[in-house]
């Protein structure tokens, strides 16, 4: 017996038939049918490790923009408002841990790299980039004041960058533009250094006032040598 | 040949004085005739179009400049757009039409209820005195208590309003009025129980009307809306714009809600005298009294719940996490330039504003009485509404109720404690 082609195309055109008929009453599944909508988990990522570095987390803030983003080293993002605020976000937390991202527990060591700071070698270099990281923000968005704090914090941690973090810091101390408690801690630090004793409680006084927590104000982890 | 020149220059002179005679006595009329129901007459060729105060083509270039289409319909302009068009905004979100989720309309929709909409601009003209106008930009007060958010005060002068209120009520002519009956006071009141104006009109300084419970159909509660306080009507329309428009509001103003209760002239006349006339018996408002600063702790979460995110983030919040353009008070509108203030965050808060010279200030600076900046442009707030001195620091909110006295001691508390996180 044979099939003739017209046969197979009949039968073809009428199992399609019936399956889209059948179909319409197919609520097997939950009956509606809902689009499968691709959400960026890092936007909500991104968010919460700025909550988690507003609150003084700065480990966890970085841990989880280097999970999230492994090669923001890289990147040196222009125009994505996400990846330019999770930068911003590990440009600080490197800034406030002086360099050294205790993550060993949470992160992969070959994701980490020399996020982990164990030598000075490896701070120096988290520094440098923090720093870095900073200046192209402010290049791009000029005058912010919070953004210069950010910046004067990091160069306070530098080698070599403490005259020009004194000179941000107090332009904006001068007039009380310092966005937050740990920008006032940098430059209680700076005036110590400069044998400033009061100038160094004034600014210790604000940070305290400002800071949500008490350890945010607490003396900074030391450094590798 | 010199007797010549004399003649035509006394001549001239001669027909300068019959000239300017004229003029003042069409100025001067508007406030010495009684009320009229003779005076009922829609613009026809009885028309009195007096000499604008102002210069109207720099009042065109001033209303643009100000964005008044941002708010009002009928300013020469078309509507902004919608991004920028405050009540074509509000009005989708309480439609629902508006682009964003159904959670987002949700969350907005309470916000926007009770500031739907704004007066047009239309035929003002034929509606309210230009002096009154310029004075209204100057110093604008709250003329319709049912409505939430208020004129501005913009940053304009005098020379700035004047020109801009010639601009808003050039081309709408006053009706001539004609010397006829007195309208009679008490017939007015008696008159405006039994139409129920007080449904959507509030007047205060009177005894209050019988009929005075807000409608609650929706229409007449739009209308009630827009309907001013009629306190204000006597320096806002004059005699003779008041009786024609009471005689056929439409045929004044197209768009108004005010419907036409086909008053005879004598009623008119009669409900003209009594809004005019009748002494009225204003309370003064009960001085503000400042709260001292609270000795517990305010966090920045407790301050940005009750008073920041609700009322200062929606004009100053930061267009790359918020979308949109930042708000007018961050990136400029209404006539004010790009202050750059955002209530985004703690630290956005703390990087304070641009001033005129375009540097950076705090917006906790010290004022020579020693009061931070924002808590005397909240406090500054209580002085516009009351009608007290204009103070230099520009109340805020803009546009809308002062905040109570508790939140504004919420937020000198949080400023007096360091601004904590």
């Not at chain 2, 005679?21 to 010495?32: I, L, P, Q, Y």
């Not at chain 2, 509030?202 to 229409?219: D, N, R």
Request: charge should be positive; hydrophobic fraction near 40%; glycine fraction near 8%.
């Amino acid at each position: 017996m044979t099939i003739s082609k017209r046969g197979i195309q009949m039968v073809a055109v009428s199992m399609s038939v019936v399956s889209l008929l059948t179909a319409a009453s197919s609520l097997a599944c939950g009956g509606d049918w809902y689009p499968e909508v691709q959400i960026d988990p890092r936007i909500r990522g991104v968010a919460e490790a700025e909550k988690a570095l507003a609150k003084g987390n700065s480990v966890a803030a970085a841990g989880s923009v280097v999970r999230m983003i492994p090669q923001i080293e890289r990147l040196r993002p222009k125009t994505d408002p996400l990846l330019i605020r999770a930068e911003r976000v590990l440009a600080v937390a490197i800034a406030r841990e002086s360099g050294r991202l205790a993550l060993e527990q949470e992160v992969p060591a070959d994701v980490l790299g020399h996020w982990l700071g164990k030598t000075k070698l490896d701070q120096d270099k988290n520094l440098a980039w923090s720093v870095d990281a900073l200046r192209r923000e402010l290049a791009a968005k000029k005058d912010d004041p919070g953004l210069m704090t950010e910046l004067g914090e990091a160069l306070s941690k530098l080698d070599g960058g403490q005259d020009e973090a004194r000179t941000i810091l107090e332009s904006l101390a001068a007039r009380d533009l310092i966005g937050s408690a740990q920008g006032y801690k940098a430059l209680a630090e700076l005036r110590l250094q400069k044998g400033d004793d009061a100038g160094q409680k004034l600014a210790m006084k604000r940070c305290e006032s400002m800071a949500s927590t008490s350890k945010v104000c607490a003396s900074s982890a030391p450094r590798a040598s | 040949m010199a007797a010549r020149h004399w003649l035509r220059s006394v001549l001239l002179l001669l027909m300068a004085m019959v000239v300017g005679a004229c003029a003042k006595r069409g100025h001067g009329r508007a406030h010495e005739r009684p009320l009229s129901s003779a005076a009922l007459a829609v613009p026809t060729q009885q028309e009195f179009a007096p000499v604008p105060l102002g210069d109207a083509a720099r009042g065109r270039e001033l209303v643009e400049r100000f964005e008044c289409n941002r708010c009002h319909e009928g300013t020469g302009f078309a509507s902004a757009p919608l991004s920028k068009n405050c009540f074509a905004c509000h009005e989708q979100i309480i439609d629902g039409k508006f682009p964003v989720s159904a959670a987002a309309l949700a969350r907005f929709r309470p916000h926007v209820v009770s500031a739907r909409e704004a007066p047009s601009l239309i035929a003002l003209g034929a509606r309210l005195e230009e002096r009154w106008v310029v004075e209204y930009l100057l110093a604008p007060r709250d003329l319709r208590p049912r409505l939430t958010p208020t004129m501005p005060r913009l940053s304009l002068d005098r020379s700035q309003a004047t020109d801009i209120a010639a601009y808003l009520t050039a081309g709408s002519p006053t009706p001539r009025a004609l010397a006829g009956a007195t309208g009679n006071p008490r017939r007015g009141r008696e008159l405006m129980e039994r139409k129920g104006c007080a449904a959507c009109h509030s007047f205060s300084g009177v005894p209050q009307f019988i009929t005075s419970e807000v409608p609650s159909e929706s229409a007449m509660a739009r209308a009630a809306a827009l309907a001013p306080d009629l306190r204000f009507t006597r320096d806002r329309f004059g005699t003779d714009r008041l009786l024609a428009f009471l005689s056929n509001p439409r045929a004044i103003k197209a768009d108004t809600r005010m419907p036409n209760f086909d008053l005879t002239d004598g009623e008119v006349a009669d409900i003209a005298a009594y809004i005019r006339d009748t002494p009225l018996s204003i309370e003064p408002d009960a001085p503000f009294v400042r709260l001292p600063v609270l000795s517990r702790r305010v966090s920045f979460e407790e301050v940005n719940r009750r008073v920041f995110s609700r009322t200062c983030h929606h004009c100053h919040t930061d267009a790359q996490s918020a979308g949109g353009d930042g708000g007018p008070g961050n990136t400029g509108g209404f006539g004010f330039g790009p202050r750059g203030i955002s209530f985004s965050s703690h630290a956005s808060i703390l990087a304070g504003y641009v001033d005129e010279q375009g540097e950076r200030r705090s917006l906790f600076e010290l004022l020579p009485d020693g009061t931070p900046r924002l808590v005397a442009a909240l406090f500054a707030r209580h002085d516009e509404t009351r009608m007290a001195a204009q103070n230099a620091v520009r109340g805020m909110p803009l546009a809308l109720p002062p905040l109570p006295a508790e939140e504004i001691q919420l937020v000198e508390s949080w400023v007096a404690q360091g601004k904590p996180l």
